[in-house]
């Protein structure tokens, strides 16, 4: 399979814990975004990387939320100091840097904090 | 704030044709009518995409009226694996924002 893939698929951590989740785009695509969902609501931008640059971070990512794309190709996100708002699906997507480029997502990480 | 409204859920008997429609009345000249769909607990899924003229691929078609200011996304043989959660985006470039979509119930 040559899609988006993340890494874990489920998260139950703790209050307080830090915890990073993996996202690998496919192959071609230089653009990775970060979204968060949270119940009945659509996904929200966190930030986006061109290749190893993150370009825009939402107001959303605070700064317990930090994201990295060290070699242009995969990227991590870690949250650090888990609260219970921080419960959500993250979703990874990427595409090409075309004019008409395609977001392609992964199936997402779910992360419950208690 | 999504640039679109879309109703917040619609129904549609197995087999028929599933039209959900979609306002974005302040749609720029340069910016694209996407559709995604997702279903339960997954990442959404690419459907479709259009600038002016309408378009077709193996999941469905997208009619943009010639003002652009709305949209249909039209499922032409409904299947109960069609239940989602339909986004209508409209973008030009880089980050998609999201508004609720339209919950779409497919009914044996």
């Known amino acids: 399979d040559t899609g988006v893939s993340q890494d874990p698929r489920h998260k139950i951590t703790k209050r307080g814990q830090n915890v990073t989740f993996r996202c690998d785009p496919i192959?071609?695509?230089?653009?990775l975004y970060w979204y968060r969902q949270t119940l009945g609501q659509g996904p929200e931008f966190l930030t986006y990387?061109?290749?190893?640059?993150?370009?825009?971070k939402s107001r959303l990512l605070s700064d317990r939320f930090s994201a990295e794309r060290p070699k242009g190709s995969f990227s991590t996100l870690e949250i650090q100091r888990t609260e219970q708002g921080d419960s959500a699906m993250y979703l990874c997507?990427?595409?090409?840097?075309?004019?008409?480029?395609?977001?392609?997502f992964g199936p997402g990480t779910r992360l419950l904090v208690l | 704030d999504a640039k679109t409204t879309q109703p917040p859920s619609m129904d549609c008997a197995e087999g028929r044709a599933a039209n959900l429609p979609c306002n974005h009345s302040?749609?720029?000249?340069?910016?694209?009518v996407y559709w995604y769909r997702q279903i339960h607990s997954q990442g959404p899924q690419y459907i479709i995409h259009g600038l002016k003229n309408n378009e077709t691929n193996e999941m469905a078609s997208l009619i943009i009226t010639e003002d652009r200011k709305s949209s249909t996304l039209i499922l032409p043989h409904a299947t109960l694996r069609d239940t989602a959660v339909y986004y209508c985006?409209?973008?030009?470039?880089?980050?998609?924002?999201f508004g609720k979509g339209t919950r779409l119930h497919i009914l044996p």
């Open positions: 990387f061109q290749n190893e640059a993150q370009l825009e």
């Open positions: 985006i409209v973008r030009a470039y880089d980050k998609i924002i």
């Open positions: 997507a990427s595409s090409s840097d075309r004019a008409e480029e395609t977001q392609y």
């Open positions: 192959s071609e695509h230089n653009r």
């Open positions: 302040t749609i720029s000249g340069n910016e694209y």
